[in-house]
């Protein structure tokens, strides 16, 4: 067990390169780690990559009595072929699904999601489970997860447990898991070949936080959609999938006037709001412009 020096400091005061007073632990087990959380409750935070946890201590906005470190425990870092799905580790680094030739090939969507995540520094460090846990509207791992319908694994006293993608996310910064449980693993189903998918960002800068994000994946039976998921992010409380379009979408040619009565629609499905970085009018706006755009790539991604 190691002591932060950093002092208890008044955050509107404060140096933002100095951290609040911690205890840091080091569990090697995923058992230990539920164990550690069941301990000290709302008192403690998980520390994987760091990248969003650090910067909220040092900006004062989060102060923790205990920094539980997961990134000793090896079970939790992998990429793993499972015939019909992937696994991926919680604690696996965002550069490591970059360089997965497993990742691109299967999953193109998710890739393109983990390139577009701030520099490489950050990818260096950034954790698929931080992205998730983190349940920022803006996650961009969530939008190609949702339309990969992937699953989530989650640990804690009482065993294990998987909960669709789709219903992990409560509201922002909110997730369904409890204070004494932690994210052990992500599941990604393999798609029914030929499958396209595709993701777009808009952002400020490029290593900016989205604007505005959406992910689809694409399966056609000649030019008629057979089926079809479409998920957004930065446009409501948590990142959605819009199922109003996609069932406007299956079982019709995927003709431009097709495609833009599908962005009417996924226009009345997003409830952004305004903030910092974008207005709820443009957000609204250019998610039924992004959708038009992925339908399209996802589509020469099937050689249509």
């Known amino acids: 067990m190691l002591k932060s020096p950093g002092p208890r400091l008044d955050p509107n005061k404060a140096n933002t390169h ?3 007073e911690f205890e840091y632990l080091a569990p090697r087990t995923v058992e230990e780690t539920v164990e550690l959380l069941s301990k000290y409750g709302e008192e403690a935070k998980v520390l994987a990559g760091g990248t969003d946890l650090l910067v909220r201590m040092k900006q ?12 000793r425990i090896k079970e939790l870092n992998y990429i793993k072929d499972r015939g019909d799905h992937v696994a991926i580790g919680a604690a696996t680094k965002l550069r490591a699904l970059e360089k997965s030739d497993l990742i691109k090939e299967l999953f193109p969507a998710l890739h393109e999601a983990v390139r577009s995540m701030g520099g490489v520094q950050i990818r260096n460090m950034g954790t698929i489970g931080g992205n998730l846990c983190n349940a920022s509207p ?6 190609p997860l949702l339309v990969f319908e992937a699953e989530v694994v989650i640990a804690g006293p009482n065993g294990r ?7 992990f996310f409560t509201g922002p910064g909110k997730t369904v898991m409890a204070r004494n449980e932690l994210l052990v693993e992500v599941r990604v189903p393999k798609p029914v070949k030929p499958t396209g998918s595709a993701f777009i960002k808009i952002a400020r800068v490029a290593m900016d936080l989205a604007k505005i994000s959406i992910a689809v994946a694409l399966r056609m039976n000649g030019n008629v959609v057979e089926d079809v998921k479409v998920a957004l992010g930065s446009v409501a409380p948590t990142p959605m ?17 097709v495609m833009w009565e599908a962005a009417n629609i996924v226009r009345t499905e997003v409830k952004p709001i305004t903030d910092i970085r974008s207005t709820a009018e443009y957000r609204r706006e250019v998610s039924g412009v992004i959708l038009v755009d992925a339908l399209k790539k996802a589509m020469e991604r099937l050689g249509r």
């Open 60 to 71: 004062g906005v989060l102060r923790p009595k205990y920094l539980i470190s997961i990134n």
């Open 161 to 167: 447990r998987v909960v669709p993608i789709t219903q």
């Open 18 to 20: 100095i951290l609040p």
């Open 138 to 143: 803006a996650a961009d791992t969530a939008p």
């Open 241 to 257: 999938r819009a199922y109003r379009t996609e069932e406007f979408l299956k079982g019709k040619e995927l003709t431009e006037d």
